[in-house]
């Protein structure tokens, strides 16, 4: 028995080694693009992918199930069931870590981001390194190093961008990343896609991070703070800064109230100064 659980074994623990390998080359590779796009990497991507396959597999399986017995006209509802409770309970377990294992980093020059790639098939190709621990050990080497040298890059010291009909200034002060917003017109329609693709990848490529400190805001209006409540529900902003002369009109109260409303479920501060 002893004889046959062994092989098996073995054969198990080179099957997730190599796939770890691959899931490592695969975002070592990948590093560049999502550094140039200002998008976060996952510090457990290898190791999250080597448990979300088989949930995959599983979510795959009940679809293909679903659909099926949809076109034969069969009763599906237990099926259903099964799949939302699956969902479900992967939901529940991306929440079970209590930080948060997405790293940003800025854009660094061409040559630094194209050396990535280089070194990571460097080290597939290098013979010395035997297939297995060796090689997994010198990509989590690579991976470590490199980050730590992404994080030692000199950011500016403050960049204006626009947001609708005016801009906002981002700076570095003591107390963390800053915005500076006059409270300009902005749709408020158009919220999202400014979060998404403008503001999120200016902080990422341009200061390496994705949390505003403080947001100065100058003036309440009904875009401005739109466009806040996104920031607050996307828990980019840790503290919303109000002057003490910008809440004036009953309106103003209003749109004030909303934004904490909006801040206390999203574990954010509202200050007036």
């Not at 199930?65 to 479900?88: E, G, K, Y």
């Not at 940003?104 to 050396?115: E, G, I, M, N």
């Not at 947001?215 to 875009?223: A, F």
């Amino acid at each position: 028995m002893a004889q046959r659980v062994r092989p098996l074994f073995s054969r198990l623990w080179h099957g997730a080694i190599t796939f770890l390998i691959t899931q490592f080359c695969v975002m070592l590779i990948s590093w560049p693009l999502m550094l140039w796009w200002g998008l976060p990497v996952a510090t457990l991507n290898p190791l999250g992918n080597f448990i979300f396959n088989p949930f995959l597999g599983v979510f795959l399986v009940l679809s293909v199930l679903i659909f099926l017995a949809q076109l034969l006209m069969l009763p599906f509802s237990p099926l259903a069931w099964s799949l939302d409770r699956f969902v479900s309970i992967w939901l529940e377990m991306t929440t079970w870590l209590p930080w948060d294992w997405f790293l940003t980093f800025k854009r660094p020059p061409l040559l630094v981001a194209l050396a990535i790639p280089v070194a990571t098939l460097f080290i597939m190709h290098y013979r010395p390194f035997k297939p297995g621990l060796q090689k997994l050990g010198a990509l989590t080497l690579l991976f470590m190093v490199t980050g730590t040298v992404l994080s030692l890059q000199s950011v500016p010291d403050r960049k204006r961008i626009k947001c609708g009909c005016g801009m906002i200034e981002i700076c570095k002060k003591a107390e963390g990343l800053c915005v500076h917003d006059s409270g300009g017109m902005r749709r408020a329609v158009a919220a999202e896609s400014w979060l998404d693709f403008v503001l999120m990848p200016e902080l990422v490529t341009s200061f390496g991070t994705g949390v505003i400190d403080r947001y100065y805001l100058d003036r309440l209006t009904p875009s401005a703070v739109a466009y806040l409540k996104l920031l607050c529900e996307k828990n980019v902003v840790r503290n919303l800064v109000i002057p003490h002369h910008a809440v004036k009109s009953p309106i103003d109260k209003r749109l004030l109230h909303e934004l904490r409303v909006q801040a206390i479920k999203s574990g954010a501060l509202v200050s007036i100064i």
